[in-house]
């Protein structure tokens, strides 16, 4: 059992930053890839970036490359996501999950472990 714990959401301005982080329960924390996906508010959950447990591979949605990183710390139990050069269309609750698959995957089906999720509100 993993259990996921997010923070650093918050109201930005367009154009600025935020890290979120996510913190994990449990000893295991390398073996699972971990994932962030947002959900607007009246839209369906979207993927936004993953990371293998090694940290050695990522993949991001187009929407967020160039601007999004995910990075973790296995010695924390931690995985971020710094956000630069936010849009509105950025404003969303994101969430982190954890897959007990060895590959980094966009699809929510393959993530076993949720969050409950922080909101991220970008303002112009």
């Known amino acids: 059992q993993v259990q996921l714990v997010e923070s650093g959401g918050g109201l930005v301005q367009a154009g600025g930053s935020l890290r979120l982080s996510c913190a994990a329960s449990?000893?295991?924390?390398?073996?699972?890839?971990m994932g962030w996906f947002r959900q607007a508010q009246g839209k369906r959950r979207e993927f936004v970036a993953a990371i293998s447990g090694s940290g050695g591979a990522t993949y991001y949605a187009d929407s967020v490359k160039g601007r999004f990183t995910i990075s973790r710390d296995n010695a924390k139990n931690t995985v971020y996501l710094q956000m630069n050069s936010l849009k509105l269309e950025d404003t969303a609750v994101y969430y982190c999950a954890a897959s007990g698959r060895w590959y980094t995957s966009p699809q929510p089906s393959d993530y076993d472990y949720w969050g409950q999720g922080t909101q991220v509100t970008v303002s112009s």
């Open positions: 449990g000893r295991t924390f390398s073996h699972y890839a």
